[in-house]
């Protein structure tokens, strides 16, 4: 078992990039549940490729077909089968990788862990492209919460060196939908220029670039998530570092709190006039002991640049056992940190769902026009 | 279902700070397994308080006793159980937190959670206590690994500002038992005496200080680990972020290689002279796909400051509903994150020995002499 | 989450039986093993409807389709997904079943789980139809188990008062291929034909009627299994339970035993001149504390009778809170456990499958010619 | 992992017979539970040995002590430890049973899993003893669902051939008490005193016998479980089967209805003047497709006889290959069922507890006076 995350509302991905069809189950959803696939798709379209010279060139329509789970437009109980036929597939790009593996990637170590037998043609089952099924699934997640006053939002938080303004400590859900309105999800579209500067340098050097995603979620009750290895905090972890190319993770302040004294990292609570106990600040990131306070859910996501690049690499001949040079050829995302920024929010909010589901919460959320 | 982790191997720990016992469970063990008391006495000893002033003064002798699980000082295949009697417990130095939560820490999310039922004396359930019995569990871990060749070390690589020398590409496992031998885990005693000056300063401001820990494991075989969310980096990632106070995590460049161009921080492949594959450079911190390259696994952890300080704080009172100041006198360390160094290093010996395990590779490991 | 089973090898099943498709979802396969598909369809065949006057009329191909997890006609380690598509639903026979619950189907407690929203035509998702995927990942178990010298067999013990003859205690694998050869899975073929005068007088009489399942799995190691709750009989009998009309399991002398003395109940222990131990009798069906001996594992499943008659029954209005009187049309087996028959083959083979994997053990399985 | 059971809460055990002491972890009860102790203990009574020629000499005083979850007599939200102390223990009636099995112990099977280094001393981590703390923390659980107006009532149903009255279809709890306060736990005490006959009888042949155990849960509120192989059905069975010496399980009519017409076998639904829908039989034991119908839940569990008996037995000695003869001495219950009726009760509470806990049907059920 692997490819499956979630407690009471679990998910399991399957599919290679190069196979017959890609997809998901979400078993465990609540039932009733209308789902607008207008508005899916086009949240499934933020992660799409080919779009334009920062990405690939690899166009597939991904329109995710309902197997299963839902009867007249509404999740039914059941588990919720969504299938994405692969149909752009040029396999032939990716021969020489069966024994020469490209460093960074998963090539070696998928060959070793089955002995040569993973069918890795165009990164197999570590693709990218197995996040579609994951925003298909995640972006029903987003529609259920969104009726109950939950919004989860990101942005491109940086690319290589080039940094976007943060979220505000309580940002408004209008602010997500306009990021995701945009052809670059970032807040401050200057910075998004000098960040396709960078993406775009790093075609031309043959090379490519990674970034960081930071993601919200707002609306949430406070109480939620268990102690110790149950926590929201640990629940999130597993699941986006099932994310490619993820390699940190930090919730609130991070690592930059551990530079800090705790006077100044503290979060000190106050009341409003209508008793409502909120912080000052938010270094804490909306958790503590793992257990929401109410405050935004805040984390930020680091991914690595994308390990594919057209540069001539040392790699070696897994069969010849000598070292040997590898030109990747295919078609290959600059950065995919871009790309990624759904992703966060799908993965977020599936996991947000199964710990409100778990925690028997669910059922106590009002509804919200949206 | 909150407390425990693991999938094979699974550890569940109970316990409050000011109850009668603290203590872990760890089902599915290897049987016949020597647990050497006095070299895991030595080892719970290095997470220990009351060493100097450094540290909180409460003094507890923190002796595991096993209660279940160990035949003639070897485990015997059945669930290893080891308490650990609280004996020092000053509750009423809690008593007014009850109604005023500490900034940062889980008295208020706990509060929500259980309707005011939680017993918070102390931290309760979240006091860094509880990572006694991870420490015991963990040791016996660690005994076993070592004798596969695998090998877990960490050291205090940050506290606020100071930085201390990083673990090299390939550490040699007698560099983990120097730094674990030192009173003060480091690897550059003299970064180690900036860190301890830099906490004593935030102890005399009455405050603390965060900090990061390294830890590295060698000795892994290639191929450990399995794709997407159950990962080694998903599995210690979801079992890390159970330490207190832990808010960030990266493996091997972490977030550093978000800020990177693909041409640097990809690992390039090689061969040495016996046919093994390495690679040249380790910034995928020995994982790819969630799976073991063979390269030593790394990764950094970061701790936010201790969030009890002496200071005058701003907090609420919960039943009042109004703004109140908070003193809290108690025993507090100004920084924890040099005790944290062998949690780290249990909890990872923990999750490798449960990927060990559950990929079925524990077997075909060859013992050496410890 | 409610559709799956199993810990390292995971299946998930998903569909309705009038919603697009079915299916299955099975991760954590060993990589490398062929699959034969003419054998999987002669495998899905036995648990077909349509085939005589002793079963539903609708005669739907059920053709699976790999969507992912084969290349080249071998499993590639990453998750199995097969799917089959529904292409003969004529959902009016059961449109008044949404308000009257038909008499022991999950029409009325779906009803109240779901507050109406579940999709029950047909059975939904508690549908027999299901087990058709249950079938095509469990006829893949079923043939890498058979490559080890693995062999799961099955057949149709009792209906209604009528027994056929029990497995004797020492099955050869031939047969089992004998039985599944058989149009009607029995031993003896006088019983058999008993058996089918009892369900075609069910048929007259507007009524249905229960059966029996026995199953033995031969080839198993001797020590597979856990202590306590994880027992290869725990995990058998939570998948068991989860086919349609199963009411009871007992594994080896069962009940019988609990009328009996130790003294009969017993298996001696005795040893050949080759030194393997044995049992002389099996009345503890192949495990002792969960545990597997080495002999076969033999176990029985009860069904009770399906319960959609053509006779007229008592139910209820669920709108209008009255008593109605039922009468379903519709197409309706007799008796289904000549169809469970290969079911149960294959749940018992990805449990066992599943429990080889845990334990570590499949690889050090030989293999042999089929 | 094998010694736990449990989604939502989830029950660890621990502990050999003969080891320092056995215990229970139970991890995600609700906060705020009032524990009686007095009745914890009269309820653990009812398992205890040494009370009368029926069982075994030994005599423990099994007094469960409360390590953590409890504060001030009350759950605490946090996991619940209970160890009981292991004081009489003679070991050396065990002594010779290291190399020759025990018939239908798992003694053989406890061997070749672990390599002759498990602690089979008493029966290690398989005894009987280690349903001491099940009925702890079941006992707990009991308490919780009563307060609920939940009832879970056991009886020994039958002991060899000598069958008790089975439970009403809408069993009172005031039956569950008076059964409860018997020394022999049935309905008809000529039945009880049959069943004593035969139990004296089995003893003085130096014998054993088996029996079974009806348990019924009673104000359950329906459509409660999940689907396939998430239904209160199949968690009840993979605890179930936990339980030492049970070889079979059956739910409402079980095995019987596999001899009926399901004109017979189903249970027509009917409605009473407050609108309320039951069913006029039980045929079901309350569960239909995995999910509570709203009448009681009702199941039988039979047990093997006691394998340990005093009359010579046919085995082998491991280590030298060849046949041998056994003579147990120690201490042994010719009938070990009366004693197992509180287990069956104590497993039952804790999976329905857990039940309700992830349906988040647990916080809606009102609390009335016990």
Same mark, same amino acid.
């Given at each position: 078992m692997a490819s499956s995350f979630g407690e009471t509302l679990r998910v399991s991905v399957f599919g290679e990039s190069h196979g017959t069809a890609i997809g998901a189950v979400a078993d465990g959803l609540p039932a009733g549940e209308t789902v607008d696939e207008a508005i899916l798709l086009d949240f499934m379209q933020r992660r799409q490729?080919?779009?334009?010279? &920062?990405?690939?060139?690899?166009?597939?329509?991904?329109?995710? #077909?309902?197997?299963? =789970?839902?009867? !007249?437009?509404?999740? +039914?109980?059941?588990?919720?089968?969504?299938?994405?036929?692969?149909?752009?597939?040029?396999?032939g790009d990716y021969k +020489? &990788?069966?024994? @020469?593996?490209?460093?960074?990637?998963? !090539?070696?170590? /998928?060959?070793?862990?089955?002995?040569? %037998?993973?069918?890795? *043609?165009?990164?197999?089952?570590?693709? =990218? *492209? &197995?996040? /579609?099924?994951?925003?298909?699934?995640?972006?029903?997640?987003? %529609?259920?919460l969104a009726r109950r006053g939950i919004a989860v939002g990101a942005h491109l938080y940086s690319v290589g060196q080039t940094e976007d303004t943060p979220f505000p400590m309580l940002p408004d859900p209008g602010l997500f939908d306009k990021i995701a $309105?945009?052809?670059?999800?970032? @807040? +401050?579209?200057? $910075?998004? $220029?000098?960040m396709q500067r960078e993406i775009l340098a790093a075609r031309e050097a043959l090379d490519s670039v990674g970034g960081t995603v930071e993601c919200v979620i707002t609306g949430l009750p406070a109480g939620l998530g268990d102690p110790m290895f149950d926590g929201i905090e640990n629940r999130m972890a597993r699941a986006l570092f099932g994310i490619p190319a993820v390699k940190g993770l930090e919730f609130g302040g991070g690592f930059a709190l551990s530079a800090m004294r705790g006077s100044r990292a503290?979060?000190?609570?106050?009341? !409003?006039?209508?008793?409502? @106990?909120?912080t000052e600040t938010n270094h804490s990131g909306g958790v503590q002991g793992g257990i929401t306070n109410g405050m935004p859910l805040r984390f930020r996501v680091g991914f690595k640049p994308t390990p594919s690049?057209?540069?001539? %690499?040392?790699?070696?001949?897994?069969?010849?056992?000598? +070292? /040997?040079?590898?030109?990747? *050829?295919? #078609?290959? !995302?600059?950065? @995919?940190?871009?790309? $990624?920024?759904?992703?966060?929010?799908a993965v977020a909010a599936l996991v947000t769902l199964d710990v409100l589901l778990s925690d028997g919460r669910f059922g106590e959320l009002g509804t919200v026009a949206v």
């Open positions: 490729g080919g779009k334009n010279e &920062l990405s690939t060139a690899r166009k597939e329509p991904d329109v995710p #077909r309902f197997l299963s =789970g839902l009867t !007249d437009g509404r999740t +039914n109980g059941f588990p919720l089968c969504i299938e994405i036929e692969n149909t752009n597939t040029r396999s +020489n &990788l069966a024994d @020469i593996p490209r460093p960074s990637h998963a !090539d070696y170590t /998928a060959y070793v862990k089955w002995n040569g %037998q993973a069918d890795l *043609r165009g990164g197999g089952h570590f693709s =990218g *492209r &197995l996040t /579609a099924p994951l925003c298909a699934v995640g972006g029903v997640a987003l %529609q259920i $309105a945009k052809k670059f999800p970032v @807040i +401050n579209d200057e $910075a998004g $220029a000098a503290n979060d000190p609570f106050t009341v !409003d006039e209508n008793g409502v @106990i909120t690049i057209a540069q001539m %690499q040392r790699s070696v001949s897994i069969s010849e056992k000598i +070292n /040997a040079a590898l030109e990747i *050829r295919g #078609r290959h !995302d600059p950065c @995919i940190v871009q790309r $990624a920024v759904p992703v966060v929010e």
